[in-house]
């Protein structure tokens, strides 16, 4: 009975010891190497090869080893067995960290006393907003969304969240759907996104959103900060959002391209931070052992945390 | 019956017309214009000229425009009658903004990943230490240090502080006094310093201090951040310590001299953040409206909130 690692671009070995640890009675395979393919049980795939989870007739789950799992639905030979993701709440405390740092210096104007102190020059600004002048604006309502809403305005922000479906939260503003996508966006001076690449959320960072965001803000125009994933950006959008001033500033930890080529303009754009997608790293002992816990529920019967609904596709 | 301005640097004729709003039954003078000494009972003084304030037989209480009352105590002729100092939850907030901005700034190394940016370089660094993992150490336990350490503790950082006595917080890692210092600093990578100027604390932000920082920390060598008052700081000693690695970063909002000179190493040093004094900026109209409400606290013969101690000068 085997586990099977099925990842692109991380390091195998380190993954093969971490997940032997923690499930040291599975025998612990990988893609490119010999083993018996009547024997996996079960997969861990980040951005596993096209057709490489076909062919394996005793599977019964599969884990993303990342929280996004667009990944699993790009290989459209997926076999038909349970799917979940990973949900950590080391995963979580670290992408509200980056979405509060970024919200942070956007309020504080820290990109400008940066420039200041390059120009050794001593402004100090009596009119800074207070955070409950500054209204964010979270796409997304999944754990991620919740728990930075909840640090956001232990800071004081006026912090507002949208879903696809209505989800009401005590205390949090909330909008839902097509027809709350306008108000929510029209309150909103920073808009987050963390929702997940879906067919829905192809390419919906764009200018049509964009110009929709509160244009009376306390920042002057809005922000953008996309701590999602690269698909859900138009990227032309941005930069032609930035340069015509409808977007002030862009935060990006994800692109269409990773690592984001050279040639980009983001990379030196005035309005851009550009961060290497690591606004959430997991640790990788958590996510072994999340897997581990997986794989008990399985054995005891028990209905798997996180799963992926194949039919809204995360 | 009247309230005096006593301010420098300050705009005189906005904060006239803000107390009048707020006290419409007092006459407001000002310093530097005629007015009956005698009718004077309050007086509302920023950094006023050494001895301003005497001859003044009716006055019964100082108001500092201020959270730092160092000032007050710069005048070696200050009546003695009541001081008060503003406590406003707005600029409470603002502080906390400004420690947590700074202690996520170096958490999530988002000075590397800017240089990172202006190099094009792509490098994510799977090994980021989480908030748990940075051990923060606050130098004050008033109303601005216990409000830093909450919000620290919302996102995960391990917090601890230190006063000059003794104060028990349900939740926070506390040291107290002399004895306490060592072993406080012995645990702290991120040093925030929230303390008064008063002649125990000038200049206690120096290498003697730095060299008991922790240095097995998860940050590499320790920071400093300082958000309390310029006097409070060996300045020479920061920059040697920066030079020779005892300090990784300094991020400094007051200095001993204000505005901070065009000539001075702070501005274009690559391990020092300069902002200009405003860490935590007060709405004066909040300001006024405390004042008013001590006031009106001292004619119902109530005793001051925020009372000044004179005898330890904070």
């Not at 993701?85 to 740092?101: F, G, I, K, N, Q």
């Not at 104007?109 to 100090?124: F, G, H, P, V």
Request: negative net charge.
């Amino acid at each position: 009975m085997s586990l099977l690692i099925a990842m692109t671009g991380w390091d195998l070995e380190s993954w093969r010891q971490r997940f032997q640890r923690h499930l040291p009675a599975l025998e612990i395979v990988a893609l490119g190497e010999a083993f018996d393919r009547r024997s996996v049980r079960f997969a861990a795939t980040w951005k596993h090869p096209e057709g490489s989870l076909a062919g394996l007739p005793q599977l019964e789950a599969i884990f993303s080893l990342g929280a996004g799992v667009d990944h699993l639905f790009a290989d459209r030979s997926l076999p038909d067995v349970a799917l979940a993701r990973v949900v950590d709440p080391d995963l979580t405390a670290r992408m509200s960290e980056y979405v509060v740092l970024h919200c942070l210096i956007a309020l504080r104007q820290q990109r400008l006393y940066d420039r200041q102190q390059r120009e050794a020059t001593w402004i100090d600004d009596r009119n800074q907003p207070a955070a409950r002048d500054v209204r964010v604006g979270i796409l997304g309502m999944g754990v991620l969304g919740l728990d930075a809403a909840g640090k956001l305005m232990a800071l004081g922000f006026d912090v507002a969240c949208w879903s696809r479906t209505r989800r009401d939260v005590q205390g949090l503003a909330s909008f839902a759907g097509a027809e709350g996508l306008g108000p929510f966006l029209g309150r909103t001076d920073i808009l987050v996104n963390l929702l997940p690449a879906t067919p829905d959320t192809a390419g919906i960072l764009n200018r049509g959103m964009f110009t929709q965001l509160a244009r009376d803000g306390r920042l002057g125009a809005p922000m953008l900060i996309n701590a999602g994933r690269g698909a859900s950006q138009d990227e032309d959008d941005i930069l032609a959002c930035l340069d015509d001033g409808t977007l002030q500033h862009a935060t990006l930890d994800v692109f269409r391209t990773e690592p984001l080529p050279a040639a980009s303009r983001f990379w030196s754009h005035p309005g851009v931070t550009v961060t290497p997608h690591n606004a959430a790293m997991s640790d990788p002992d958590a996510i072994c052992a999340l897997i581990a816990r997986q794989i008990d529920r399985l054995e005891r019967g028990l209905p798997l945390e996180y799963p992926v609904e194949r039919t809204r596709g995360y």
